[in-house]
């Protein structure tokens, strides 16, 4: 590894777009410094915007309003926006917001004068990267003081498992997809399987989901994920747990999907969810002395600096929690150190959001974990066909749960399940984050008709049984 001396052509080199590479970028540019973000030409704003968290929300928003899935409580199972849903219309509206997503990334870099180089980036040495672009003899080398990895993550493939794009494919597939399909087999039952499942379910389509686990969503409170699955065998959703894909083979009429129980699964495309693989294949870290362990990830400090100190590393490429929104902030903190500037680390408490068809989300401590760790609390439960906003938007099967402490009355967790479940959660989420109570809710007016009023109801509920409690004992 060579050592170098004197200036270098840039002060931060960032190897990827996604949310973490953005906003690392966008940091140290802010900090006035020589800011580059090294990035294939197409795939600008990185998996996020054009393979992952984009793409399928939107998707999932296409597929909502075109089949008229939120208004059939209201006028039947047989309502639809357009009877015959092509993949042309689904997809029309995904390339529009990812079109859109992609200007405006590259607009803020550009404003904030942070040079962009198109390409492929591999290390030369520790403060030395080649990007070698699509064109040949594209290539350009260039020095950073600071380097900040964010390339995130593909779907990871089974070795034994053949791809074809067309009937067996991995969730980057569904994007390309040339129709949509009477049936389908989703392997894995994690949050990416379930979303997609379930998106696919509201659009009619008959779908097996397979998990080798005797549960789906495990991390999740248990009465909320018996509710997506009670909601998701309504849709004629067939679950085999504790079942493992022997072989799935391809016929001129689809798949054939062979469990190793001798089950056998008819349907026209498999999509393989089985979990995502860090992007470093690529990147030659021997030569800035790294390496990633087996699902391609680099291990990072408590500040995201890895094993050589000027190199850091943010986002799904580091693993837990992988999720986009802290992805973005990682990035900030992670030029935040790179530059020595003093920055607040942030709050433990974060939410989870699963975009599922109806959505879930989550802040804080499940029951099964306070009754492992001998943490007394009491149950608020508030149901959307209990209020009044709940009839007007059609959503008779959401709820919101409240997990409240009988010792000091704080909000120990949130639960939701139904309509605007990931916009409702962060409520609580700020409550707990400022050490609030549950009377806080109680004394507090809330706008009505709306959702939002499920906390004032659960609220009610739950300070009501502690109170009957407190009666009981004296």
């Known amino acids: 590894m060579s050592e170098r001396t004197g200036a270098y052509d840039y002060d931060l080199l960032v190897i990827g777009s996604g949310p973490g590479g953005q906003k690392a970028a966008i940091a140290a540019a802010k900090l006035g410094k020589r800011v580059c973000v090294a990035e ?84 030369v040495d520790a403060h030395t990267v080649a990007v070698e672009g699509e064109a040949r003899g594209d290539h350009n080398t260039v020095t950073a003081e600071n380097i900040v990895i964010a390339t995130g993550t593909r779907p990871a493939r089974p070795a034994e498992v053949e791809f074809d794009a067309d009937h067996v494919m991995d969730s980057d597939g569904v994007l390309d997809m040339k129709r949509v399909p009477g049936s389908m087999v989703v392997v894995g039952a994690g949050v990416i399987g379930i979303e997609y499942a379930s ?62 129980s001798g089950k056998r699964i008819a349907a026209d495309m498999v999509m393989y969810s089985a979990g995502r693989q860090g992007v470093t294949d690529e990147l030659d870290l021997e030569k800035a002395g790294l390496q990633a362990d087996r699902r391609g990830r680099i291990s990072v400090d408590g500040r995201y600096r890895t094993s050589v100190p ?15 929104a802290t992805s973005m902030d990682q990035g900030r903190l992670a030029a935040y150190h790179a530059f020595d500037e003093p920055v607040r680390e942030l709050q433990e408490l974060q939410p989870i959001g699963i975009y599922t068809v109806p959505e879930i989300s989550y802040c804080g401590r499940t029951e099964e974990e306070l009754t492992a760790g001998s943490v007394p609390y009491e149950v608020g439960v508030s149901r959307y066909r209990e209020l009044a906003r709940g009839a007007i938007v059609g959503d008779s099967y959401g709820m919101l749960k409240l997990l409240v402490s009988t010792q000091d009355r704080t909000l120990l967790g949130v639960h939701v399940f139904g309509s605007g479940a990931t916009d409702l959660v962060h409520i609580g989420q700020a409550i707990m984050g400022c050490g609030g109570t549950v009377d806080y809710l109680v004394d507090t007016v809330l706008n009505y008709p709306t959702l939002s009023e499920a906390y004032k109801v659960a609220a009610l509920d739950v300070t009501n049984k502690i109170r009957a409690l407190e009666a009981f004992s004296g």
Do not use: W
């Not at 000027?310 to 986009?324: E, K, Q, R, T, Y």
């Open 199 to 260: 998106m696919f379910a509201a659009l009619g389509t008959r779908v097996t989901v397979v998990e080798k686990r005797p549960r789906m969503l495990e991390f999740c409170d248990p009465e909320v994920v018996e509710s997506l699955k009670f909601h998701l065998r309504d849709q004629a959703v067939t679950f085999r747990f504790g079942e493992e894909v022997e072989k799935v083979e391809i016929t001129p009429k689809g798949t054939v999907t062979s469990l190793a």
């Open 310 to 324: 000027h190199i850091f590393a943010v986002g799904d490429v580091i693993g837990f929690p992988a999720l986009a």
């Open 40 to 123: 294939r030409r197409h795939m600008m704003g990185g998996v996020c915007v054009n393979t992952g968290t984009i793409p399928s929300k939107t998707l999932r928003e296409a597929v909502l309003y075109l089949t008229g899935f939120a208004q059939r409580d209201m006028y039947g199972a047989s309502y639809r926006v357009k009877s015959e849903i092509t993949i042309s219309d689904l997809l029309a509206r995904t390339q529009h917001v990812v079109g859109r997503e992609v200007e405006v990334i590259r607009n803020q870099l550009m404003r904030n004068h942070v040079d962009l180089l198109g390409g492929t980036a591999r290390f």
